[in-house]
């Protein structure tokens, strides 16, 4: 993995929680940067270690799967992405039918559940990364997590003037990433 794919892979794995907090700054008209900083730490914090823990349970397992590791790792972010293209249709589809948002208040509880469901497929990077010795894989997780905490606060401070945009295209975009990305590892590793 070079420079330029870690941080393709940091920005697709932060546009869940940059769509997420650049929503809270639209759902809650009058959050405060307390608020919005607390959520980029959580999602930040979250992205960092759902990675962590992917990487150990698959070392365990290494030896036994060193040989289908790139297919692997290709069928993990080809679902990935598979499941942001799906979402970004589904999300597509409702907008259209709903027309309007509700407004909501952003809770502490609210950001704790919103920071695991972001970063649940990031269990998956982790196992992506296994080819990395662990002073590399967790360099890596470190600049997804650094990532995904600067570019969320930055999203929901700025919510409502790119929010909508973001909340839009963010799936697709990380779709396309997620399957380009897989597609490389499969090239790298079978060639």
């Known amino acids: 993995m070079n420079a330029l794919d870690i941080i393709l892979v ?10 997420v907090n650049a929503t809270n700054g639209i759902s809650e008209k009058n ?8 959520a980029a730490l959580v999602f930040g914090i979250m992205q960092f270690l759902m990675p962590v823990i992917g990487y150990f349970i698959g070392f365990n397992f290494q030896k036994q799967l060193e ?16 499941k942001s293209i799906i979402s970004f249709i589904r999300d597509l589809l409702k907008s259209k039918e709903e027309g309007v948002k509700e407004i909501k208040k952003v809770t502490i509880p609210t950001i704790l559940v919103e920071g ?16 990395l010795p662990l002073s ?56």
């Open 10 to 19: 940091s920005l697709s794995m932060a546009a869940d929680a940059m769509t």
């Open 136 to 191: 590399q894989a967790m360099l890596t997780f470190g600049i997804i997590g650094i990532t995904t905490f600067v570019l969320s606060f930055i999203t929901g401070l700025t919510g409502k003037l790119i929010g909508d945009k973001l909340e839009k295209y963010a799936s697709l975009i990380s779709g396309i990433i997620f399957i380009a990305v897989g597609l490389k590892i499969l090239l790298e590793g079978v060639l």
């Open 116 to 131: 695991i469901a972001t970063s649940i497929d990031a269990l998956c990077i982790g196992f992506v990364y296994l080819n």
């Open 31 to 38: 959050i405060n940067i307390k608020k919005l900083l607390f």
């Open 67 to 82: 040989l289908y590791i790139p297919w692997i790792a290709f069928s993990l972010l080809l679902l990935l992405g598979i």
